[in-house]
């Protein structure tokens, strides 16, 4: 069993930071792809950002490219999203996901990943 434990998510003005974090426990030796998702009241779950198993590729949704970054402290299942220039589209809240099973197919798919976070809520006024 695998346990996310996510921080960092409040209320901003447009313009602002925020960088959330995802801590994952559990059985979670070794390295894993982890991803960012959100979602919005009334719309689907939407990818946000990615990062690969080994060599540490990140892959962004076209909405967040330029403005959101997504690292991992080194040899810990720990991953970082540093949001700037917030939007109130940006406005959801935030899922971190980790591929434990080590799954094949797009990293924009939730269908890969296999443990999911509560969640933390991102508001971002105008």
């Known amino acids: 069993q695998v346990q996310l434990e996510e921080s960092g998510g409040g209320m901003v003005q447009a313009g602002g930071s925020l960088r959330l974090s995802c801590a994952a426990s559990g059985r979670t030796f070794g390295r894993y792809a982890m991803g960012w998702f959100r979602q919005a009241p009334g719309k689907e779950r939407e990818f946000v950002a990615a990062?690969?198993?080994?060599?540490?590729?990140?892959y962004y949704a076209d909405s967040v490219k330029g403005r959101f970054t997504i690292s991992r402290e080194k040899a810990k299942n720990t991953v970082y999203l540093q949001m700037n220039s917030l939007t109130p589209e940006d406005t959801a809240g935030y899922y971190c996901?980790?591929?434990?099973?080590?799954?094949?197919?797009?990293?924009?798919?939730?269908?890969?990943?296999?443990?999911w976070g509560q969640g933390t809520q991102v508001t971002v006024s105008s």
């Open positions: 990062i690969s198993r080994v060599i540490d590729n990140t």
């Open positions: 996901a980790i591929d434990r099973h080590y799954n094949s197919g797009s990293y924009s798919n939730e269908k890969r990943y296999d443990y």
